[in-house]
């Protein structure tokens, strides 16, 4: 019996513990959970201007739009090549050539061709003119009756007439064929060589591609769009594209080829598009001329009171007081929005990776609130408005376009009001900065 007890008051004892533990464990599990999700409260903004973009992404690699395959007119031997790969060249200058003296002799055999042939159709000619004639004259100068000619025989005069004229022709092509082809190859525009496929001494023919150009200040990039999105994308329509390598920087672009077939891989329809970037030497122009009309307007003509004083005094040099006002005129572009430079001896280059955006849709100046404001019920969109005494008030609006941070309101709002951001949605700190039409390098 004692036995018993003990065993009971063991039992009993082990039971609490397990108890006592689950408790433990529930507390400690709850705590945790308190910690580690907070609870979200409605966020109150205030309605403001700006602009809104709705684009279509996607990456790609930077490839040169202008190149071109440069051959030789004619056959020869290649006597000197004049450029190497990565060099630069001017429009029209001499990048290769042939040795002339075969196409010398190939000249005078061409004209010695359209000389024989001239002299055949005219042999050809007088043949005729006799198998035509039908009447004769006799040695006392009386006319007397003609022969009877053969038509058939005159027909083959024709044709010989005719096959003379035809190689008559060939002769002259192949001459002016032969003085329009030259043996030299001249650069077509300002570029740079990117390949060289022949050496001199090396035999070629027509048509052989010794040397290849490119515009070093005109780049593409080819991405793939989606079936969802392709229908979106139209020739001529706005694009920007943003360098990988260089945070921040981003040059304006034109879409100017949509692919009229899918892609299919795994299933997955894509359309190519491509989009050609305009030249860094014209951005770079725009630019300053934009950074021009933001920044203030101070000749060293104009130096303040105090300046002017400073050198008159000798404390300051004229250049030291006109660097100041340089330095002075740059900080307040600044202030004022001026665009950021782009370095003058930055390039780009073929294979690097880009992110491209093609414009969708675009809205300036207009009123804008957080996707998380709006709610939708029975086909009609609410905002829900604080009223000035702090009440909450919902608020029929009517809506344009949105992304994915933001939504146009239309009508039903006024700016300056606050409205309530719902539970459980992010609100970005500030609206989408726009796409300036100037590129962005941060620190310069």
Known sequence: MRMKALMKKRVSRIILIVAL???GAFLLISAFKSDSTPVLENQVITVQRGDLTID????GNLELSLKEDLAFEMAGTVEEIL????????EGQLLAKLDTSEWDKELINLERDLLQEEINLENAELALEKAEEGTTTSITGDIVAGRTTDPKEIRIKELQVELAEARLNDAQEALAEALEASPEIKAPFDGFITKVNVNGGDEVKKGTIAVVIADPNKFEANILVNEMDFLQVKLGGEAWVQVDAMQGMSLPAEVTHVSPTATIQSGV??????VELQSLETVMQEQQQARQETMPNISSGELPERLRQAIEEGEITQEEAEEMMKQRQQEQGEQ??????????FQLREGLTVTVSIVIAQRND??????????????QTYIQVVLPDDTIEDQAVTIGISNWQYTEVTDGLSEGEKVV???GTTTPSAPRAPRGPMPFIPGH
């Open 366 to 379: 207009v009123l804008l609130v957080p996707n998380g404001a709006i709610t939708s019920q029975g086909g």
């Open 336 to 345: 004022q929005g001026a665009p950021p430079m782009i370095l003058e001896d």
């Open 421 to 423: 951001v719902l539970q």
């Open 83 to 90: 450029v190497a790969e990565g060099e630069s060249v001017e």
């Open 21 to 23: 533990c689950g408790v």
């Open 56 to 59: 279509i992404t996607a990456s």
């Open 269 to 274: 329809v894509n359309y190519e598009v491509k």
